[in-house]
């Protein structure tokens, strides 16, 4: 077991942050932080990227390819997430 970062594209919409939440909670993948990437005050809700980084503490890293899985099956992904172990 390992910790992860995990950068998730998304399209911008309510909830996702509780989506995350509720989908590591399923998996037992216990979150150490959120970040999103500031918006710039020219950013374009339709055309531009809008990122989350999460990291974890040490997780399986079987259980953090089934997150990224179901993290790529919602309706707000945009693009494949990107993971890498921190550790």
Same mark, same amino acid.
């Given at each position: 077991?390992?910790? =992860?970062?995990?950068?998730?594209?998304?399209?911008?919409?309510?909830?996702?942050?509780?989506?995350?939440?509720?989908?590591?909670?399923?998996?037992?993948?216990?979150?150490?932080? +959120?970040?999103?990437?500031? @918006?710039?005050?020219? =950013?374009? =809700? +339709?055309?531009?990227?809008?990122?989350?980084?999460?990291?974890?503490?040490?997780?399986?890293?079987?259980?953090?390819? +089934?997150?990224?899985?179901?993290?790529?099956?919602?309706?707000?992904?945009?693009?494949? +997430? =990107?993971? @890498?172990?921190?550790?």
């Amino acid at each position: 077991e390992i910790s =992860f970062y995990l950068r998730i594209t998304v399209i911008d919409c309510i909830g996702i942050i509780a989506d995350i939440g509720t989908l590591c909670r399923e998996l037992n993948i216990s979150v150490d932080a +959120v970040i999103q990437k500031p @918006m710039g005050p020219s =950013f374009d =809700f +339709v055309n531009d990227d809008l990122t989350f980084i999460v990291t974890t503490n040490a997780t399986p890293y079987k259980t953090i390819q +089934v997150l990224k899985k179901r993290i790529e099956e919602t309706q707000w992904n945009k693009k494949p +997430v =990107f993971i @890498m172990a921190t550790q």
